[in-house]
């Protein structure tokens, strides 16, 4: 008798040290996350961190994040951008802010460390309008860089896959360039006459950039450090060119509100000193009313991201943790998941 109490106190205290560390295997559920490659540096980083569910998330592009959460693929999404009238929304989801961050324009010209860029220049060379790194319009802008300037043919690198790298992109480009373009995650249909090479996914886009000599393309910060590409300095509302960096991101994002839904509405025409216009928020998409394990586990994983893991982990990375009113924001919304 004495030894089976002993047992089952033992049992019992492992119990409880197993819930209070993450949760008895018994517990645990597996979940599922499919979406934005802009994201995946970091979520990579906080699922292998946590602890009390399994976590895996599979880089697929925020077009399909978001159509795989809606035909029931995925416990949660992952989006640069929410659901588009066009696209048909699930029952009972919110969307919850997960990060912040720039989206990094990296070139590979040799010797060059230096390259200043606007978004009228950017926008002409993915139209065939520019088409060598020495056209006076680059030249202008790099006076200092001009025997740099290769007379080499540009390859531009973009998406092919659906993107909300893109989308946030092409509506960059639609309010500072001009009418030519529009807001889409297809980049091919966001002009007419777009050239260049595509690549799925954005690290697929940088390891192009890397392994084509005289590209240029757009990429998340992330990866962008990852493959050690130089990254251009991109020319502000303020008329500022600046190097993207977790600061100036950050003062672009939190210069702007965030609506009680979560999302937020950019204006990349904003004059502001020290900021990076070329900025985006991240979107989690997941179910309320669910009443399952599973959507338990995403309101769980998601609190953790925001709370704790992206506050600790995602300025190494490459993105802006969301603070203040953003996460305040932010952890409402997760809130009502269940």
Aim: net charge positive.
């Amino acid at each position: 008798m004495r030894l089976s109490k002993i047992a089952s106190i033992s049992a019992g205290a492992a119990l409880i040290a197993a819930t209070a560390f993450g949760g008895s295997a018994a517990m645990a559920e597996t979940i599922t996350g499919t979406g934005a490659s802009y994201t995946l540096s970091l979520q990579t980083e906080c699922a292998a961190a946590y602890t009390a569910h399994q976590v895996t998330y599979v880089s697929k592009g925020s077009t399909t994040g978001r159509s795989d959460y809606s035909k029931g693929v995925s416990d949660f999404g992952g989006s640069d951008i929410i659901f588009k009238p066009s696209e048909v929304k699930p029952k009972n989801f919110t969307y919850v802010p997960l990060l912040g961050g720039p989206i990094a324009i990296s070139y590979n010209i040799a010797g060059l460390t230096r390259l200043n860029l606007t978004a009228a220049v950017i926008s002409d060379i993915y139209l065939g309008k520019i088409t060598k790194w020495n056209d006076k319009a680059i030249v202008d802008l790099n006076k200092s860089a001009k025997a740099l300037l290769p007379d080499a043919t540009i390859t531009p690198v973009y998406r092919s896959d659906g993107s909300g790298t893109t989308a946030n992109f092409t509506n960059y480009l639609k309010q500072v360039a001009g009418s030519a373009w529009a807001f889409s995650d297809a980049f091919k249909t966001a002009a007419t006459g777009v050239v260049g090479v595509g690549a799925s996914g954005n690290s697929a886009v940088a390891t192009t950039i890397k392994s084509t000599a005289n590209s240029f393309g757009y990429i998340d910060l992330a990866d962008a450090n990852k493959n050690a590409l130089p990254i251009a300095h991109l020319q502000n509302g303020a008329g500022q060119f600046l190097k993207p960096t977790i600061a100036n991101s950050k003062a672009f994002i939190e210069a702007t509100s965030m609506k009680a839904t979560g999302e937020v509405v950019f204006d990349y025409n904003k004059k502001l000193n020290g900021a990076y216009n070329l900025s985006l928020v991240s979107y989690g998409i997941a179910p309320t009313k669910a009443g399952t394990a599973k959507a338990d586990a995403v309101r769980e994983y998601l609190t953790y991201f925001i709370k704790d893991c992206a506050p600790s982990k995602a300025a190494a990375v490459g993105y802006v943790a969301l603070s203040g009113k953003f996460q305040t924001t932010a952890l409402k919304l997760v809130s009502k998941v269940d």
